[in-house]
Nanobody, 134 residues
Framework: EVQLVESGGGLVQAGGSLRLSCAAS????????IGWFRQAPGKEREGVSC????????YYTDSVKGRFTISSDSAKNMVYLQLNALKPEDTAVYYC???????????????????????????WGQGTQVTVSS
């Protein structure tokens, strides 16, 4: 059974930093791509970043480029998202996601609309709240 468990969220002032962690289990870690998504109240879920764990390729949505960094540790089956220079508009529930097809997560991070049946193949964590105060 695929399991993704996020941690590291919290309340931080604007300009501050947080590091989110995603503990993955139940699948061959290096065969999958892992990503971070977020959903703010009243808004649709958006892709933030993803990493292809086999080769380290990373992708970011434009609004977080230069501020967020995704990384992975295959020895620990962990994926991290370092959040720096946080802004109030970064406030959201952040979800870890895993997909066998790295192109799927890349497309979602880029904002491309993908078929519903493809999105259904993504595995999700339970989310961790990030709140940035002004």
């Amino acid at each position: 059974e695929v399991q993704l468990v996020e941690s590291g969220g919290g309340l931080v002032q604007a300009g501050g930093s947080l590091r989110l962690s995603c503990a993955a289990s139940g699948f061959a870690f290096e065969d999958w791509a892992i990503g971070w998504f977020r959903q703010a109240p009243g808004k649709e879920r958006e892709g933030v970043s993803c990493i292809t764990t086999s080769n380290g390729e990373t992708y970011y949505t434009d609004s977080v480029k230069g501020r967020f960094t995704i990384s992975s540790d295959s020895a620990k089956n962990m994926v991290y998202l370092q959040l720096n220079a946080l802004k109030p508009e970064d406030t959201a529930v952040y979800y870890c996601a895993a997909a066998f097809n790295p192109h799927l997560l890349r497309a979602l991070v880029a904002g491309v609309v993908v078929p519903h049946e493809s999105v259904q193949s993504i595995q999700w964590g339970q989310g961790t709240q990030v709140t940035v105060s002004s």
